[in-house]
C-alpha cells in the first residue's frame, strides 16, 4: 500500500519559518505529481504548491514567494520550506502523490502548523 507521511509541523511565531517534510514508502519517481495542501478549521482544503516529475512547480498565489516545494528523491521525501508566516498559514497540512493524471491520489496524515505569538 502507498503510504504518505508528514512531520514538521508545530509552532512558529509570526514571521518565522518551518520546514515541513513527506516521506513515501514507495520510490517518488513512481508519481506523476506530489504536493501539499492545506485545510484551517471551518475551510475548505486548498493546494498551497505542487511539483511534477520533471520538477515543474505550482504555488498557490498567496504563497508564492513565501514558501516553496522541493523533493529529494534518494530519501523519498518531499519537502515544504515556509517562511514569513503569518496567522493565516495556520493549518493542517497534507500530502499529497498521483501516480497519473487519472489517479485519484494518496493522501498523508496531516501535520498541523499554528503561527502564534
Known amino acids: 500500500q502507498v503510504q504518505l507521511v508528514e512531520s514538521g509541523g508545530g509552532l512558529v511565531q509570526p514571521g518565522g519559518s518551518l520546514r515541513l517534510s513527506c516521506t513515501a514508502s514507495?520510490?517518488?519517481?513512481?508519481?506523476?505529481?506530489m504536493g501539499w495542501y492545506r485545510q484551517a478549521p471551518g475551510k475548505e482544503r486548498e493546494l498551497v504548491a505542487n511539483?511534477?516529475?520533471?520538477?515543474?512547480?505550482n504555488y498557490a498565489d498567496s504563497v508564492k514567494g513565501r514558501f516553496a516545494i522541493s523533493r529529494e528523491n534518494a530519501k523519498r521525501m518531499v519537502y515544504l520550506q515556509m517562511n514569513s508566516l503569518s496567522h493565516e498559514d495556520s493549518a493542517v497540512y497534507y500530502c499529497?502523490?498521483?501516480?497519473?493524471?487519472?489517479?485519484?491520489?494518496?493522501w498523508g496524515q496531516g501535520t498541523q502548523v499554528v503561527v502564534s505569538s
Open positions: 514507495i520510490s517518488i519517481f513512481s508519481f506523476y505529481v
Open positions: 511539483i511534477t516529475r520533471g520538477d515543474t512547480t
Open positions: 499529497r502523490a498521483r501516480l497519473s493524471m487519472s489517479d485519484s491520489g494518496y
